[in-house]
């Protein structure tokens, strides 16, 4: 055997024995720092990828693959089976009235998300969201403009109060309810629902219960002369068209004033809080049950991340997280345990889901603030931090398992961030 040969194969014994004696613990640090144990970065394998792998000479919608290029070319990390959790708003059926218009997206989009379901609608200015009720308890967060709310309580005492940009309302499942859009603009609103299948085309309604009662027992009901009924509503009316009221006072006198007046408040000012939780990063606050106790099963919180930010590693062991970006662009990567994990971009008016328990973070992608909303259904909202369980654990479990030395572990935050700024 020639010299030359002999040296190559002494040269890949010694590799072969080199690499078997890394072990599993050098091999897990290889992993953790982005390594293979060929010694390719990840971000090598991902450009090579780019580079010819991903190519695709076929047809490609290109308007819906620049929407979402984590799906197109998703990250080395992603892997296995996880159903999408991205829906829009703008791929939704838009129903439009005189008046108004609403969309919807519910489990029938996201079929993962059996817990809520979302609405987006707009009024104009006067115009009526009818009065109705329904079989599933209402949140509300108001996107644009102003609205005058009533809510009926079972003691027979109203609630009525205006709304603006940033504000919240809860109306309990069978409460009836209206909504008016008010000057100059009307409207626009998330609606959410805590029923996964609830469809806002199926609720109650004043105009549809009596165009399907017989008059004479509305006249009975009513105590007015069975003639008089004739301009009743003869079908449903869900968005109308109609005067911009006057001022709050003047209507709550004309019901019957503080005798009357709810002792509950069903309305709340959330982007008018001081923020829960702010850092460099951006900021979080959050609305449950103990600051507004009306909202009994949504909780909530509206998050705004500066560019280059993230909402950091965590999840959340009470519910599933129904999420609404209002502005900006980022990306979100939910790890599904056993090795499955996907990465979908966001945009406004986007819809995000994160089933219970499952690990996520949201990056700001762009160069804007990323506003978006998670929404719970639970009466308290709650998380766990990565980086905070690392540093509560004994420093040499951390290590153990991560294979960081005590430096390195040092450097991880102690305390839950919520936003880690970029």
């Known amino acids: 055997m020639s010299e030359q040969k002999n040296a190559e194969l002494h040269a890949g014994e010694v590799n072969r024995r080199n690499f078997l004696g890394l072990g599993a613990g050098a091999l897990a640090v290889a992993a953790f720092t982005g ?17 010819h792998s991903a190519s695709n000479p076929g047809p490609v ?29 703008d791929l939704s059926h838009r129903r439009v009235q005189e008046g108004g218009w609403t969309r919807q997206v519910t489990q029938r989009d996201l079929p993962d998300s059996t ?31 102003k609205a005058r709310v009533t809510v009926l309580n079972p ?22 309810h209206s909504i008016q859009g008010l000057g100059p603009d009307g409207c626009e609103f ?40 004739a301009a009743l509503p003869d079908d449903e009316l869900y968005i109308f068209p109609g005067k911009i009221p006057g001022s709050l006072e003047r209507d709550k006198q004309a019901v019957g004033g503080k005798a009357v007046e709810s002792t509950v408040s069903y309305t709340f000012k959330l982007e008018a809080m001081p923020p829960t939780k702010e850092t460099e990063g951006g900021s979080a606050r959050v609305v449950d049950a103990r600051n507004f106790p009306a909202s009994k099963t949504v909780a ?20 599933s997280e129904w999420q609404y970006y209002l502005s900006g662009s980022g990306v979100m990567t939910v ?15 986007d819809v995000g889901f994160v089933p219970a328990v499952a690990g996520h973070y949201i990056e700001n992608t762009g160069d804007s603030d990323l506003v978006f909303l998670e929404i719970f259904k639970s009466a308290r909202f709650e998380d766990f931090s990565l980086n905070n369980w690392i540093r509560r654990i004994p420093p040499e479990m951390a290590m153990a398992h991560l294979n960081l030395n005590e430096q390195q572990l040092k450097e991880i935050p102690s305390e839950k961030l919520e936003i880690i700024a970029g």
């Open 190 to 229: 998330l609606l959410v629902f805590d029923e996964g299948l609830f469809s806002e085309y199926q609720t109650f309604l004043i105009s549809d219960w009596v165009a399907h009662t017989p008059s004479s027992v509305l006249a009975k009901n009513f105590k007015l002369p069975q003639a008089q009924l």
């Open 155 to 176: 003691d027979g005492t109203i609630f009525i109060d205006d709304v603006e940009k940033g504000d919240l309302w809860f109306f309990p499942a069978g409460f009836p």
């Open 300 to 319: 909530a919180a509206l998050v705004r991340v500066k560019p280059g930010a993230m909402r950091e590693l965590h999840w959340h062991p009470n519910a």
């Open 335 to 349: 790890f599904a345990s056993s090795g499955k994990a996907r990465t979908m971009n966001f945009n406004a008016n």
């Open 61 to 89: 919608n290109k308007a819906l693959a620049d929407e979402n290029p984590s799906s197109e070319l998703p990250p080395i990390t992603d892997k296995g089976d996880v159903r999408p959790f991205w829906y829009s708003f």
């Open 35 to 51: 390594m293979s144990a060929e010694g390719q970065s990840r971000e090598t394998m991902q450009k090579g990828r780019e580079d």
């Open 115 to 145: 817990d809520l379901a979302g609405v987006n609608m707009r009024l104009t200015a006067g115009s009526y969201r009818e009065l109705h009720w329904h079989t599933a308890n209402e949140w509300a967060y108001m996107i644009y403009g």
